[in-house]
């Protein structure tokens, strides 16, 4: 869950949930609902790269000047427009390369990948079956590579809590 206007994150994996300040890291894990007393900087550090992964694969414009970023436009061999994203420092994998594959309305179409974690470079994935929110942001719900599919399913967005269906502010405990 993300409060974009607060910018506060809450993280669940495994047995685990955090509730923190992406900016500032400052927050609290649970672990089976329970305060977790030690490892707590390491804990958010390890919720903080779920976030950060998760939001790039949901939407990357929200992290087009994540730290150091360097932008070049890119004319494609089949007159198609790319847009050349670099991250030279912050963020979670400096160093990373993502060339955008732009549509006639600047819309990305896919992308080709050159970053750390993969041992081939230039790894083209498909953004495709783009949504709107009521907010108006956009989202692509498929990401094809090859055999491999990647679906952002049940995800969710209103504009505030009430309106999420929670009955206090999830992020009370951490205000």
Not at 75 to 96: F, H, M, R
Not at 159 to 168: A, D, I, M, R, T
């Amino acid at each position: 869950m993300w409060d974009r206007k607060r910018h506060l994150v809450e993280v669940r994996w495994s047995n685990y949930s955090a509730l923190f300040n992406p900016s500032t890291f400052e927050g609290n894990v649970y672990h089976k609902d329970v305060l977790v007393q030690e490892n707590q900087a390491a804990l958010i550090e390890t919720a903080y790269g779920y976030f950060t992964n998760d939001a790039f694969w949901m939407n990357a414009f929200t992290q087009i000047y994540q730290g150091d970023t360097e932008l070049r436009y890119v004319a494609l061999e089949d007159g198609k427009e790319g847009l050349l994203v670099s991250y030279l420092s912050g963020g979670i994998t400096p160093g990373d390369s993502y060339l955008w594959i732009l549509d006639e309305t600047g819309l990305p179409t896919a992308w080709k990948m050159w970053v750390n974690v993969l041992p081939i470079g230039g790894l083209q994935v498909s953004w495709e079956d783009w949504e709107t929110l009521e907010s108006g942001a956009m989202y692509a719900k498929s990401h094809k590579s090859g055999p491999f599919n990647v679906s952002i399913t049940n995800f969710k967005s209103y504009q505030n809590w009430k309106k999420g269906g929670h009955e206090s502010d999830p992020f009370s405990s951490i205000l």
